[in-house]
T-cell receptor
Framework: SQQGEEDPQALSIQEGENATMNCSYKTSINNLQWYRQNSGRGLVHLILIRSNEREKHSGRLRVTLDTSKKSSSLLITASRAADTASYFC????????????FGAGTRLFVKA | DAGITQSPRHKVTETGTPVTLRCHQT?????MYWYRQDPGHGLRLIHY???????DKGEVSDGYSVSRSKTEDFLLTLESATSSQTSVYFC????????????FGPGTRLTVL
């Protein structure tokens, strides 16, 4: 079974609105990463948050991590049509492991 | 996609034929991965490599084999292709000292008829 599960599966918003995507996971992690995938392309790394961090910002992205609830959220502020893509969370395991486990993704559609 | 190429980018083949997909990197990253992506499943790990000649199975390895004879190349072989292996295949690389952030290739769309 997958480690990360995103919610919602799909999200449609107007340009300028904020988009929030959530991710839940099951086991202890070293870090949690968010990736973006445009249609027909490979995944691109957006942001990483370590297990000892609670919040991180990068441009219009804000990521939070709650290890007690085993959940994370990705907020995209002031969305643009170009943000239309699928977004995946991925968990990096503890204890020196390197197998990152990906969720099924949230499809975001931003209407111009 | 810089530094990672996959070949071929598209392939149509028939059930029962062997197929080999190639991933080539110029980043000298130690770890390489093969994933498949199917609707509703996200990315699922097929095999991975943690060094030359060092490989291990992922969660969906049945029907697949891999080889890594050089740091820069990671080959995925479908020994006898089946229709259930129709998918988009992604190669990725990472370096554990860099928080294991993964960098992805552009993908190979494989159709097995």
């Amino acid at each position: 079974s997958q480690q990360g599960e995103e919610d919602p599966q799909a999200l449609s918003i107007q340009e300028g609105e904020n988009a929030t995507m959530n991710c839940s996971y099951k086991t202890s992690i070293n870090n949690l990463q968010w990736y973006r995938q445009n249609s027909g392309r490979g995944l691109v790394h957006l942001i990483l948050i370590r297990s000892n961090e609670r919040e991180k910002h990068s441009g219009r992205l804000r990521v939070t991590l709650d290890t007690s609830k085993k959940s994370s959220s990705l907020l995209i502020t002031a969305s643009r049509a170009a943000d239309t893509a699928s977004y995946f969370c991925a968990t990096g395991p503890r204890a020196g492991g390197f197998k990152t486990i990906f969720g099924a993704g949230t499809r975001l559609f931003v209407k111009a | 996609d810089a530094g990672i190429t996959q070949s071929p980018r598209h392939k149509v083949t028939e059930t029962g034929t062997p197929v080999t997909l190639r991933c080539h990197q110029t980043e000298n990253h130690r770890y390489m991965y093969w994933y498949r992506q199917d609707p509703g499943h996200g990315l699922r790990l097929i095999h991975y490599s943690y060094g030359v000649k060092d490989t291990d199975k992922g969660e969906v390895s049945d029907g697949y084999s891999v080889s890594r004879s050089k740091t820069e190349d990671f080959l995925l072989t479908l020994e006898s292709a089946t229709s259930s292996q129709t998918s988009v295949y992604f190669c990725a690389i990472s370096e554990p000292d860099l928080d294991n952030e993964q960098f992805f290739g552009p993908g190979t769309r494989l159709t097995v008829l």
